[in-house]
């Protein structure tokens, strides 16, 4: 069985316990560098998670009657590797254990409800900020190309006036939460998600 587990934003305190079961009970762990750092100090194997996402599904299906648990930052359902793999294992293989996503922390630390909050991601994508700027109240997973400073570029170039709100390294000691006006935006940020608020 393959279980996709999602390990929150970060510190491991914001893990549910469902995950900590199936990461303790993990004959093999597969993730990022940065999660393989965390979790897999008494496991007997773990595989890296990289861009060879084709080589990762080929090796996921011929090793898929081993207990195995593919970590997943946030919430594997939210724009994380849980899709890819629901769209390549039936349910019969594969089991999704839901995580706390970085929106949703960055909502909580601000307290701003996430009723009508339109969810999208420029990871590995271009954005149709056109699309975007029509909804009132927007979260992003961001990536190192295109961040805070280009969504607020983006909206300078289409003459609108926006609040950003910035949550950098969320969960860890290092974090750093922002809520400024699009000039204010830095030119870079660490890991970061980003709400966009429509404060008319």
């Known amino acids: ?43 007997r194997e773990s595989r890296l998670l990289d861009a060879d996402l084709l080589g990762l599904l080929e090796w996921l299906d011929s090793n898929k009657a081993r207990a195995i648990v593919v970590l997943a930052s946030g919430d594997p359902l939210l724009y994380g590797i849980g899709k890819l793999l ?26 701003l409800d996430m009723n009508d909050l339109f969810l999208t991601s420029s990871h590995g994508r ?32 289409r003459g609108l006036s926006r609040t950003l709100i910035i949550g950098e390294n969320l969960s860890q000691p290092n974090e750093r ?3 400024l006006s699009q000039q204010q935006v830095a030119a870079r940020y660490d890991m970061n998600v980003v709400v966009i608020l429509n404060e008319r």
């Open 177 to 179: 939460i922002h809520r």
């Open 126 to 157: 271009v954005p149709d900020f056109d699309w975007i700027f029509q909804h009132d109240k927007v979260a992003m997973v961001t990536d190192s190309v295109i961040g805070p400073r280009a969504i607020a570029d983006a909206l300078h170039q």
């Open 1 to 43: 069985m393959i279980t996709v587990v999602g390990i929150g934003p970060g510190d491991i305190d914001y893990l549910t316990p469902e995950a900590r079961r199936a990461i303790s009970q993990a004959e093999v762990l597969v993730g990022g560098k940065r999660h393989l750092a965390t979790f897999s100090s008494n496991l």
């Open 86 to 111: 629901a769209a390549n294992f039936g349910t019969d293989e594969l089991h999704i254990v839901p995580g706390i996503s970085a929106i949703q922390y960055l909502c909580a630390k601000v307290a």
